[in-house]
């Protein structure tokens, strides 16, 4: 109990000495305003968004898509994860091939995919699902392959079919390294939902952002941003709650800080 207070104690004070900084270099004129804005002004912005309700609607679509993207990337990359692990051949006449699609930079299918599905949320979607897909696929992947071959001639000799070895040996295994990308993935499926926005939408956080930018108001965009970094810290929240019910069995040593 006495360390989470301390770990608390040690965010609060990173983020306050942060702030504290920013203020000051403003202050001075070290940080020019007109470039830097102040953090007072931010949280004021901020607050005056939420309370007048105009953010109310951006944020609405933005975690439409990024929810989106991010189950059905999560889903997509675990599910072909766990089948092509098993398939060695497969696997590896695949292999060159998606790692060359995962070194593709995502911002150049962002036209193609408002191409193909418009400029309403399904290729923002579909941009977040492009790069949540392949932080879950070779995870799970990885995970699934790092299972003892031992243990899995023991399974085959006593008798378990693919069904239970499935259930009992692989996926726990992968649970680990699952959740590991989950955690990555919450931000990725953010910054696809995002960058989509941002390249051509009429609503959402990244059309705000954009729009701060084209007149030039600095306040404007880091309170975006603001926004941005709240969201994504509490839908990282939902999956560490997710993560400790599931994986209640794991001894509480092999967790890290970070995850929790």
Do not use: C
């Not at 609405?60 to 692990?85: D, H, N, P, Q």
């Not at 699952?178 to 059309?207: D, I, N, P, W």
């Amino acid at each position: 109990m006495k360390s989470k207070f301390s770990l608390v104690f040690w965010q609060i004070f990173v983020l306050f000495s942060f702030l504290g900084a920013w203020h000051v270099g403003t202050e001075i004129g070290i940080l020019d305003p007109f470039f830097f804005s102040r953090p007072w002004d931010v949280l004021v912005r901020t607050w005056r968004d939420f309370v007048s309700g105009t953010i109310w609607r951006h944020l609405w679509i933005t975690l439409v898509e990024t929810v989106l993207a991010f189950v059905i990337g999560s889903i997509a990359g675990v599910m072909t994860g766990f089948w092509l692990a098993r398939k060695e051949r497969l696997s590896a006449v695949l292999q060159p091939y998606l790692k060359a699609i995962n070194a593709m930079p995502r911002v150049v299918l962002a036209p193609i995919f408002a191409l193909w599905f418009g400029l309403g949320i399904w290729s923002k979607v579909a941009l977040g699902v492009t790069l949540v897909f392949f932080i879950v696929f070779f995870a799970v992947y990885q995970g699934v392959r790092e299972v003892s071959p031992v243990l899995v001639a023991n399974a085959r000799i006593l008798g378990m079919n693919e069904r239970q070895m499935l259930r009992h040996l692989y996926l726990p295994a992968a649970l680990s390294w699952m959740f590991a990308s989950l955690h990555t993935a919450v931000g990725f499926a953010l910054v696809g939902a995002v960058v989509g926005e941002y390249l051509g939408s009429a609503a959402g956080l990244g059309y705000r952002i954009q729009q701060a930018e084209g007149s030039f108001d600095v306040t404007g965009v880091f309170s975006g941003m603001l926004i941005l970094a709240v969201f994504v810290l509490l839908i990282d929240g939902i999956v560490s709650f997710v993560e400790r019910r599931l994986l209640v069995w794991r001894p509480q040593a092999a967790s890290t800080t970070l995850q929790g």
